[in-house]
């Protein structure tokens, strides 16, 4: 199951963040409440070996560009797998934000909530296998 | 605007020192002020990131003038987290443009070393953001989540980030006031203990204590401030734009330029805030030293070493010289100011303009100042 965020957006240049916040980060002006998907592509992540007083070792970190346009930082019960691109679901416990890799049936409800006319599905598929193809290219190579 | 000119600069050794911290900046000061021949400033501006948590002590301006014998002369603290010491730099460089004093000495100094690391830690990363905190985002768990975007981009892989620190360490071996004077291999580096994967321990700089002093005058002298510049962004990672660059950064640099009139093609060398090994390739980029993407391969061919196109942190830079937080962006301008002025035997550089690069906290406050032979 896909949770919803509480996340805010900014009425001059659009900036989705999460958790919401008063006022946009770049305009002096009060951001209007939304909410977004819990589940999107990690942008990066670590796993810290000598975390800070209050966490245990090792500590996962991810943050993950949001379906609606925000980023969260959150935690994760591994990241052995996980890759840059991958696609994870957020999910609150009490009210600390964790990542999970994505079974196969979400990542296709969550693909075919993301885009929305038959158009643009066909564009975001053809531009998801073309971003497949480049990165193949790189690896190749090196 | 006048004309800004250093007359003096000088700095302690840094790394674990027995002496108070401001026994430190009394000693880098007196030095700086005995270079420049003068004996009293019309105003000092004091750096100092976190006195009050690390030592206990408050109005430290007030503190340090007092005891370095300038009780009677005008004082202030500047305070731009790891930044702070560009930042004084600044405010001493505006008070002469300005017409509003004609000598002015910039302090920076930091001891950390009597603190457990864990401690350290947790009073640096107070710089982040206070959301990201709370995931247990320490300063480290911020480069590494920078680093591995960073590495997802073609052309920057573990050797190019290790060989960073290993032209700083062979550059501190030359230098006397270094915190690390051994040289180290790419296989120590890559060897090394994980700290936040995928930074490990030798990419990361140490916990020193030191002080370092600068003269600013508006009367002729050797080096000339041509251009300094500010930037900042957004304090959590989360709302930037790039993982890959720093926002800030790129500001200072074009606000430095700009003043300098003059742009990064001009540069014989620099000092590069390189907390970590990979904001070095992350800042050459930023400055404009070094075209987008092209930063880690100019490194591993040697274009960056003391014999290189383009010498990068002559002093061993944060890695190997060390960090004592608000004194580092005045190091690596006294640096800057030595190269210029052709005293610094054994990592001398041939230089006519100097750069010092600055991060403040997760680079959401940043410099970069230019000097030039006058």
């Known amino acids: 199951m896909i949770e919803h965020l509480p996340a805010s957006r900014c009425p001059e240049c659009r900036l989705v963040v999460a958790p919401p916040m008063r006022w946009c980060p770049r305009h002096p002006v009060e951001m209007t409440p939304t909410s977004v998907m819990g589940g999107g592509e990690v942008v990066t992540f670590t796993t810290l070996h000598s975390p800070p007083a209050g966490f245990r070792s090792p500590l996962h970190i991810a943050l993950v560009d949001l379906i609606g346009g925000a980023r969260l930082v959150c935690h994760g019960d591994q990241t052995q797998g996980l890759r840059i691109g991958s696609w994870v679901a957020i999910e609150a416990v009490g009210n600390v934000y964790y990542f999970s890799h994505l079974g196969t049936l979400d990542r296709a409800r969550l693909f075919w909530r993301r885009a929305g006319r038959a158009g643009e599905r066909m564009s975001a598929i053809a531009q998801s296998l073309a971003k497949r193809a480049w990165k193949g290219r790189f690896r190749g190579e090196r | ?374």
């Open chain 2, 1 to 374: 605007m006048r004309d800004v000119w250093i007359a003096g600069a000088d700095m302690t050794r840094v790394g674990r020192l027995e002496q108070r911290l401001q026994d430190l900046m009394a000693i880098a000061t007196h030095a700086a002020l005995r270079s420049a021949d003068r004996d009293r400033p019309d105003s000092i501006v004091v750096a100092t990131m976190n006195p009050e948590e690390f030592l206990g002590d408050a109005n430290f301006a007030s503190n340090v003038a007092t005891h370095m014998g300038f009780a009677n002369v005008p004082v202030i603290r500047v305070e731009t987290a790891t930044s702070s010491g560009a930042a004084a730099f600044y405010a001493g460089f505006a008070q002469i443009a300005s017409g509003l004093a004609r000598t002015v000495v910039v302090v920076g100094g930091e001891k950390m070393t009597h603190l457990p690391t864990p401690k350290v830690s947790e009073l640096i990363g107070r710089s982040l953001d206070p959301y990201e905190r709370s995931y247990g985002t320490t300063m480290p768990a911020f480069a590494a989540l920078v680093t591995r975007a960073l590495m997802a981009r073609h052309g920057v892989g573990e050797r190019e980030i290790a060989q960073v620190a290993v032209k700083n360490h062979a550059n501190g071996a030359r230098n006397p006031l270094a915190h690390f004077r051994e040289e180290i291999t790419l296989d120590m580096v890559l060897g090394s203990r994980m700290v936040a994967d995928p930074l490990r321990l030798f990419h990361c700089c140490p916990i020193s204590d030191g002080a370092a002093a600068i003269v600013l005058t508006a009367e002729r002298a050797t080096v000339r401030v041509a251009g300094v510049g500010q930037g900042t962004d957004a304090l959590a990672l989360r709302h930037r734009e790039s993982l890959t660059s720093f926002r800030a950064t790129q500001a200072a640099a074009s606000a430095a330029f700009a003043m300098a009139g003059f742009g990064p093609e001009r540069v014989d060398v620099a000092e590069i805030h390189d907390a970590f090994a990979p904001f070095e390739l992350i800042s050459l980029e930023d400055v404009g030293l070094f075209p987008p993407g092209k930063a880690g391969a100019a490194t591993l061919d040697g274009e960056t070493a003391l014999d290189g196109r383009l010498p990068i942190n002559p002093s061993g830079g944060l890695k190997a010289r060390g960090h004592p937080l608000a004194a580092t962006g005045l190091a690596q301008i006294v640096e800057c100011v030595w190269q210029l002025t052709w005293c610094v035997p054994r990592r001398q550089v041939r230089c006519s303009v100097a750069l010092a690069q600055s991060i403040g906290g997760p680079g959401t406050n940043n410099w970069v100042t230019i000097l030039e032979a006058g």
